[in-house]
Every structure is written in C-alpha cells, then in structure tokens.
C-alpha cells in the first residue's frame, strides 16, 4: 500500500508471473482499486497499470471455472471507472457505466 506504483506493478508481474502465483478476481481487484487510489502524481501510470490489470481482468471475468462474486466483479469495474475519472479520462469512464450495465444488468442480481 505504501510502495510507489512503479514498484507494486512490478511485484504484481513478478510475482504473478515469474514465480507463477495464480491469480483470481481478487487479485485484480485489489490491484485495480489500489491504482484507484493513487497520489495525483502517480495516476499517470497507475492509468496505464490499470489498462494492464483490466485487460488480464476480462479474461478472468469470462472464465467459467472460476467463481467470483459479484461484489468482487463490481469493486473492479468502479476501480476502473475511478482511475479513468481522475486521470480526466470521462468519456471513457461514461462509456464503461452502460457496458457494465448490459453485462449486469438488475435484474440478473
């Protein structure tokens, strides 16, 4: 939580790639809502550590195999609107809010 962002993206791949640690929807979410969460002068990177995550993200998210619940699956999609919003990315992030919605929609809930 503390370490710069360069650092944590690079102990994220290291670890969940070189070493071969397996990786769930949790991990992704934690990782997206900590670049949520970056210092004004991290979002810039944390922005393209987030683009990272999310593309490995979807991929996770359409594994049947692997169950993940729903408040996991919301948590990452508002981390990643979040990171869109404050690196004034908002067309992005409008884009996203309707996407999510046709994917999960509420009444599926």
């Known amino acids: ?17 070189e070493i ?19 210092k004004k002068v991290e979002r810039d990177l944390a922005l393209r550590f987030a683009e990272e995550l999310f593309e490995k993200w979807k991929g996770v998210e359409k594994d049947t195999s692997q169950e ?8 990452a ?4 609107v ?3 919003t404050l690196t004034e990315n908002l067309d992005r992030a409008m884009e996203h809010l309707p996407a999510f919605v046709k994917w999960y929609p509420a009444s599926a809930i």
Do not use: Q
């Open 82 to 84: 979040r990171i869109l």
């Open 20 to 38: 071969g640690v397996e990786r769930d929807g949790r991990t992704y979410m934690e990782a997206l809502e900590r670049c949520a969460s970056s």
């Open 1 to 17: 939580m503390h370490n710069p962002r360069h650092t944590s993206k690079d102990l994220f791949w290291r670890v969940f790639g």
């Open 68 to 75: 993940i619940s729903l408040r996991i699956i919301e948590r």
């Open 77 to 80: 999609h508002v981390a990643l």
